[in-house]
């Protein structure tokens, strides 16, 4: 394994017992090539001012994709996520379209700020923000299946209810915090590491001071060629 993909399992083992079951997934698959797996943490985690608190079991894995995952298929949209879209978060939400799916830069980078993008005038929980990523198609199919099952879970904490109390909706800011450690990519394999700061605002001018976090993005894809998945993001 390599040091980042360490690194990776070690920060996700630390915070099982703090991430939302409707924002937190695990997974890991390979099409074609030898895929590093790592424990899951979409944002919602933890008490920070920038992240909704919440719960979740995220694991370290390894294991193959199913037999019938493709990373350049997009999921279905989920039955519980048709029924809680109400709008779109202000400012939009980028979709796989809007990027060129076969440069992992910018699937990472659409992919994140997707995951960190909540609106509580249109959200009922920080679980909406998964659940919008993984239907949009950013995602390998087994890993927005894993989001999307996720959808039980605790009622929104405290702190969302504070920003709802501002009918907040949040900004994201990324940039590359990659280090000599990161794996090169390969055809069908790649890794980036990004930071991630979402902030909240209040449509009555209400806002917090965000709390960045380092986030590590899996991605695959069938062939050399084909177009970019996001099979697992890992935040410390």
């Known amino acids: 394994m390599t040091a980042l993909g360490r690194r990776a399992g070690t920060a996700a083992a630390v915070l099982t017992l703090t991430l939302a079951a409707t924002l937190a997934g695990c997974g890991s698959e390979d099409e074609g090539a030898a895929a590093t797996g790592g424990a899951t943490r979409p944002p919602g985690a933890g008490t920070s001012a920038s992240h909704p608190p ?3 079991e995220p ?5 193959p994709p199913a037999a019938d ?4 298929q997009s999921p279905s949209p989920s039955g519980s996520a048709e029924k809680r879209t109400r709008g779109t978060p202000k400012g939009g ?5 809007d990027v060129d799916g076969k440069n992992p830069d910018e699937v990472a980078e659409g992919t ?3 995951m960190w993008t909540h609106d509580t005038a249109v959200d009922d929980g920080p679980g909406d923000a998964a659940r919008r990523t993984a239907d949009a198609g950013w995602l390998t199919r087994s890993y927005a299946r894993q989001l999307a099952d996720r959808r039980g879970g605790p009622a929104p904490g405290a702190q969302w209810q504070r920003w709802a109390d501002h009918r907040a909706y949040t900004t994201v800011a ?4 990659e280090d000599a450690a990161k794996p090169e990519d390969t055809g069908t394999v ?3 590491q990004l930071t991630v700061t979402a902030t909240p605002h209040g449509r009555d001018g209400w806002t917090r001071e965000p709390a960045p976090v380092v986030a590590y993005v899996h991605l695959v894809r069938k062939s050399a060629g084909a177009e970019w998945r996001v099979a697992d993001v890992t935040v410390r």
């Open 54 to 56: 919440s719960a979740a």
């Open 59 to 63: 694991s370290a894995s390894s294991a």
């Open 69 to 72: 995952d493709d990373p350049s």
């Open 93 to 97: 939400v980028p979709k796989p379209g």
């Open 112 to 114: 994140l700020t997707a």
């Open 174 to 177: 990324l940039d590359r915090t």
């Open 190 to 192: 790649a890794w980036r």
